[in-house]
Structure formats: C-alpha cells, structure tokens
C-alpha cells in the first residue's frame, strides 16, 4: 500500500485468501505502507492489535516496524505470487529464521515444550490450549510438524485488497436547518432547545457525510490515506490536536489510516459466539515516521463507537 498523497485515500476490502499468502514468511505485516523515497521505511507495517472481550477499550493498540530493502529479516527481491508447492492449506506460524513464534496465536514465543523442545509459546495458557487440542499426541514425534491446528482462537483472516477511492463523491450540502421557535417561553430555555436544534442538524450532517463517502463502496473495511483526514461516524467524540500525543521523538502524529465499522460484518462470525463494539477506530503516526533500527514503536488509535451515531 502506496502512501497517499493529499487527496488520495485507498480503500481496502476483505476478501478471503489461501493461508499461504495471509500467513507470508516474508511480510507478515497488516498493513503494509512504505514510503516512497524513504530508503529507511522501504518495509514498513502498522500492527493494530484489540482484545477479543467486547468491554474491553484499553485492548486497542498500534505499533510500526520500518526496515531498509536490504536488511537481515527479509528478502532484497519480492515474494512470489504463486503458493509453495510443498504447502496445502494448512498454516504454518514458526518462521525458518528468526525470532520463534507461538504456535496459537502467531506472537513471540520465548516458552517451550519442556518435553519436546520444539513448541514455543507465548505464555502457560496458550501453551495448555494447544496441549489440549493435539500437541499432546505429536510432542513424542521426533520432528515435530510446525503446521498448526485450528485452535478457534484468531480472528477470521482475510487478504486485504486495495483499490483507489474515487475522486468525485455524492455532494453532501453541510447547512444547519434553521429552526422557529414559537410561543411564550423562558429565554433560557429558548436558547437551549436553539442549542439542541443545531446540534441535532450537526449531528445529522456528519453522520450523512458519512454515509454519502462509503455509499460508493459499502463494503470497504479500510480507508488509507496519510496525511488526510478521517472520515467520522458521529459529531460526538472526534479528538482536538491537543488529544494526539506527539511522538516519543517530539514529532507531531498525522492521520494515517482508519478501520470502518463495516469490518464488524467479517468478525461478528467470531468463533466464540460474540460480536466486536467498535465504530470508527483512526490511526494516528509519527509525522516524520522516526527510524526505529529493527524495533517497534507503538503510535496511536483513537476509537469512536458506532453507538454515538444518530
């Protein structure tokens, strides 16, 4: 994914993908965004991490990696487009080098198999699910198969395919209603149904903008477009520049991308039978995408929920 220029924003859609090309040993970013002209941030991923429990708030996160073309991790060239042969459909989380990863969930997995020595896993509990759900038949397997069983616990994966938003969008006319208020009453109180008159046609102005910006592909999940601005759901809990916090390397955060509340259609086939509470999550980085060497920094997501909609 290109980075967008003032008046581009990129749509991404879900659409379902062999395991080979969601789980790639050489780009297992999310959101993959380089920047042309940055030799630096030639590889380039934003992470967004959330907590499956649906009351949780605090579980939403976001970290960037960025890494020259040439560097110890990754292919010089690209990958290729046609699946390995030796490969099925079966997913395979260990990479051939590099950091090991737990077999469950895909993270960093420091723990291991105190038999077998070939599992590893990111805590005790992922450690006894997959222990349950058939480690313990292959751990006296000499060389243990790291083609992982579907443990219910991930997300739904799907490929995230990217298009061009188009340029002309459905005028939306953004003028307040002009509201009479007739009769004998307090001024008071006029001015407070005033008040409240504005702010319902406000309300109803952003949530049709809204509208009017997605009504040309409803289905899109992603909008990409750094150094734009994100499109709101409600008037309600959109954040001042004072709420973005600067960059621990004291640059300002821009917008770069957000996740759309249509996302909820993929994931509300969650495994454990429950649905994700979020409307409009925006994803906020470092202005100047700092160097990081080979490490991550975490950046900031600013979520606003679909229930502050009219």
């Not at 990217?162 to 009769?183: A, M, N, S």
Request: overall charge negative; proline content about 8%.
């Amino acid at each position: 994914m290109a980075a967008a220029s003032a008046a581009r924003v990129e749509l991404g859609f879900a659409e379902p993908a062999p395991a080979w090309r969601l789980r790639s040993e050489q780009f297992p970013s999310k959101v993959y965004a380089p920047l042309p002209g940055r030799a630096d941030a030639f590889h380039r991923g934003l992470f967004l991490f959330c907590c499956r429990e649906p009351p949780c708030c605090a579980g939403l996160r976001v970290f960037r990696n960025q890494l020259p073309r040439k560097n110890e991790f990754y292919s010089y060239d690209p990958p290729s487009e046609n699946p390995p042969p030796e490969q099925g459909d079966s997913v395979c989380l260990q990479l051939k080098s590099g950091a090991h990863l737990c077999r469950v969930c895909g993270c960093l997995g420091p723990k291991t198999c105190s038999r077998c020595h070939q599992a590893h896993y990111c805590s005790k509990e992922h450690q006894t699910l997959d222990w349950r759900l058939g480690h313990k038949q292959a751990c006296t397997q000499d060389h243990l198969d790291h083609t992982v069983p579907d443990h219910n616990f991930l997300f739904p994966e799907f490929e995230i395919v990217i298009e061009t938003e188009e340029e002309i969008l459905p005028e939306v006319v953004e003028k307040e209603e002009d509201f009479e208020i007739t009769g004998s009453m307090d001024e008071a109180l006029e001015e407070e149904l005033d008040s409240m008159a504005k702010h319902e046609s406000r309300e109803d102005n952003i949530f049709q903008k809204f509208k009017a910006q997605t009504a040309l592909e409803p289905e899109q999940i992603l909008r990409y477009g750094r150094g734009t601005e994100p499109i709101w759901i409600s008037g309600e809990n959109i954040p001042q520049e004072e709420d973005i916090p600067n960059c621990p390397c004291g640059a300002k955060r821009i917008f770069e991308f957000q996740v759309m509340p249509q996302l909820l259609n993929h994931l509300k086939a969650d495994r454990l039978g429950r649905s994700v509470d979020w409307g409009v999550l925006a994803i906020f980085t470092c202005a100047e995408s700092c160097s990081l060497g080979t490490g991550y920094t975490e950046e900031f997501v600013w979520k606003q929920d679909v229930t502050d909609a009219p």
